[in-house]
């Protein structure tokens, strides 16, 4: 129910002291609303819910005054200057990302150390001369323009590519002529959670409608809808091939076989589980064929092979099985299992060489094996180390293929793969400013609230002793059937170098093990994801690990609600929170943009009284209590964040800063022309990172000498 809406001011308070700070903080104030709604016969307030509206002058002032205090702030930590700059000079060095073939020509990120986006080559052999194709820092001047993805034509004539502005999900679609490096006029707007799958001379997309002017980043997403554009067409005249008017809050996509024989249709209405179709594209008129219409399983095709549909599946299989589907006969009593359910989670097939490639998870880390395409494991693929594959790439009869491996001390290093051989050898060697020698990574099991087991890893430089006076940072995410698997981030070195512990916890929600341990993190469960997060930070501080004066926590998105949640509920446990682009209001977060896809995980405030009482119970909003001592807390996020609205973390921001104890500062970081995350410049990158670790390492009382 809602009362009259009360015009909101800005103004600043009195000067509050931070503890154990000298820095001075001087909050701005956000006025309230008389607001609140009912659920079941309950009323919740809701002060703050002009924050919602991310494109009004009062949210432009509030937004401008919160940056102000925070900058502020961070300026007067004294090492940020030089965390900075130590941070510059360890990102400045070359990466990339694994070459794809296509038509004998080689295709390839390059990032010379510095450039905000990474460049787009094309090299006519591995030791050819490589050519420029698609520069995107050419197209913003601050870099917040960002190649989203990129597909070839079969003829391997035309290059279709999307851009991402400012970090938002909008996408634009682009296509460019490869032998004369050309644009064509063919431009395709209001793209959103969209593949590109080429078809002849055109390709399959999914758009929503045009929004609404000035709410292009927080209204619903409704409506989506699956076009063919062929080229040289005005994008008014591309052709709907599929949308489902009764039901607006499913997506849709589209993917083509590679002999083009094939469209496979999915459709979701969450994050997980989803209808799949098909439809033979060499017969005129052809039925789409339904294979699964429900949400109950996933299911992921991975290709047509000599006449059959392989398909990847957590039907009947938690931890995931390759299902092989003859599209004369497509109902499911028809269905033979390839490669079965085994105890580790299946990952990914590829198709190279002849074979299967398939990627399995053991405990978080990545394992690969080759199987023939009757299911007949041939080997198992060498790698170098407890880390993650994050690619492979190939083509169907091409033994030369390639895959990138990294863990928390290695960064991405690219691997040449002769399938036939199972030979690798590393393509390229990573130069970088850090002695990863002097670290070491280590698995560990804890057990939580309720018996169960969790891996996590634990990153720090030799020679560390366990006498609780580490510094130690902790990060999650716990949702979405999401693994935290091993990998490298620049941004965490500075920490290690000064004697920091990073450590990642595999906690339920995520996919570390299939499908059950996900379900096990969602709903009338969520609750164990944080039990598992805080029985993380309680077995640190036991095996002396860290203490908590010297325990940071940091999460992002779905791990935002989990920093949120956690510092909550267990205040006394953490110095430092840093809740990044977090789901933070749980009773109305399925209300704004695609917030309603991940109602499978969270259930709504709408569905009974039950569902809403267990989520108002965690919701980090919801939980801030007058007068307790929180942790020093930074909350982050985009101004164009149209994944998790930024509304969200401003009213979990005003709330700390109204009702928590004034010991520990509340501040919020709101980046401007940012997003989710995806596509941010380097530069930004840099700066985000030099303010999350000064005011993480400050908070811990921690001392770095970056001349070191």
């Not at 040289?232 to 009764?246: A, I, M, P, S």
Request: with cysteine; proline share 4%; glycine share 8%.
């Amino acid at each position: 129910m809602r009362i009259r809406h009360l015009f909101p001011t800005i103004f600043l308070l009195l000067t509050m002291q931070a503890c154990n700070s000298s820095l001075k903080i001087k909050y701005p104030d956000t006025s309230k609303e008389d607001i609140s709604d009912s659920y079941f016969g309950i009323k919740v307030a809701e002060p703050y819910r002009w924050l919602e509206n991310d494109t009004s002058r009062a949210t432009e002032t509030w937004v401008k005054a919160q940056n102000q205090v925070t900058y502020t702030y961070l300026n007067k930590i004294p090492f940020r200057q030089a965390l900075k700059e130590h941070l510059t000079e360890l990102t400045n060095y070359p990466k990339y990302n694994a070459p794809v073939k296509h038509k004998g020509k080689y295709y390839f990120y390059k990032n010379d150390g510095l450039q905000n986006q990474s460049v787009f080559y094309r090299q006519n052999s591995l030791d050819s001369q490589p050519e420029e194709l698609l520069n995107p820092n050419k197209l913003s001047a601050d870099g917040t323009v960002a190649i989203s993805q990129i597909e070839f034509s079969a003829d391997g004539k035309y290059m279709a590519y999307s851009i991402a502005r400012s970090g938002s999900d909008w996408n634009e679609i682009y296509i460019m002529n490869l032998e004369t490096k050309e644009l064509l006029s063919d431009v395709i707007k209001w793209v959103k959670f969209s593949g590109i799958a080429w078809k002849g001379n055109g390709f399959y997309y999914s758009a929503y409608d045009e929004p609404v002017a000035g709410k292009e980043f927080s209204n619903k997403n409704e409506y989506h809808k699956i076009f063919y554009h062929q080229i040289g067409d005005n994008q008014k005249q591309d052709k709907l091939v599929f949308e489902n008017r009764e039901h607006p809050l499913r997506n849709c996509s589209a993917g083509v076989s590679g002999d083009e024989k094939y469209l496979f249709i999915t459709e979701t209405e969450s994050t997980s589980g989803n209808s799949l179709y098909f439809k033979d594209l060499t017969t005129e008129d052809a039925p789409l064929v339904t294979l699964e219409n429900g949400f109950d399983n996933d299911y992921a095709v991975v290709d047509y092979i000599q006449g059959k549909i392989y398909v990847l599946t957590n039907w009947k299989a938690s931890n995931q099985q390759l299902i092989e589907i003859d599209p004369a006969k497509p109902s499911r009593e028809n269905w033979k299992t390839v490669i079965p359910e085994t105890k580790n989670v299946l990952t990914g097939v590829s198709v190279m060489g002849g074979k299967f490639i398939v990627q399995y998870e053991k405990d978080a880390a990545s394992h690969a094996y080759a199987f023939d395409y009757n299911g007949n494991e041939l080997y198992e693929v060498k790698l170098p180390g407890l880390g993650s594959i994050t690619a492979f790439t190939g083509n169907k009869d091409d033994n030369e293929a390639f895959y990138t491996f990294t863990s928390y001390t290695i960064p991405q290093s690219i691997y040449l793969f002769d399938v036939k051989e199972n030979q690798s050898r590393k393509f390229n060697q990573i130069e970088t400013k850090f002695k990863q020698d002097d670290y070491t990574t280590v698995q560990q099991f804890y057990t939580s609230k309720d018996g169960t087991k969790i891996p996590m890893f634990i990153t720090y430089k030799k020679g560390m002793q366990l006498n609780g006076k580490n510094p130690l940072m902790l990060y999650g995410y716990g949702g979405f059937n999401i693994s935290m698997n091993p990998s490298f981030n620049m941004g965490r070195i500075p920490f290690l170098e000064q004697g920091g512990i990073y450590v990642v916890a595999n906690i339920r929600g995520g996919g570390e093990y299939g499908e059950k341990w996900h379900k096990a993190g969602t709903k009338m469960q969520k609750q164990n994801v944080f039990d598992d997060f805080i029985a993380a930070a309680e077995y640190l501080i036991q095996e002396k690990y860290t203490s908590k004066e010297k325990l940071a926590i940091d999460g992002g998105s779905n791990g935002g609600l989990l920093i949120g949640a956690c510092l909550t509920q267990r205040p006394d446990l953490f110095a430092v929170a840093i809740p990044e682009v977090g789901v933070l209001d749980m009773l109305r977060y399925h209300k704004f943009t695609i917030g309603w896809a991940w109602a499978t995980d969270y259930g709504t405030s709408e569905d009974s009284r039950e569902m809403f009482e267990y989520l108002k119970a965690y919701s980090p909003l919801h939980n801030v209590k007058e007068g307790t001592k929180y942790p020093a807390v930074m909350v982050m996020t985009g101004d164009h964040d149209d994944r998790v609205v930024p509304a969200h973390s401003f009213k979990f921001a005003a709330t700390l800063q109204a009702r928590a104890s004034k010991k520990n500062p509340a501040l919020i970081r709101i980046d401007t022309n940012a997003g989710h995350g995806a596509g941010k410049p380097v530069s930004k990158i840099i700066d985000a990172q030099t303010d999350m670790w000064s005011f993480v390492m400050y908070h811990l009382g921690m001392k770095p000498d970056f001349g070191k």
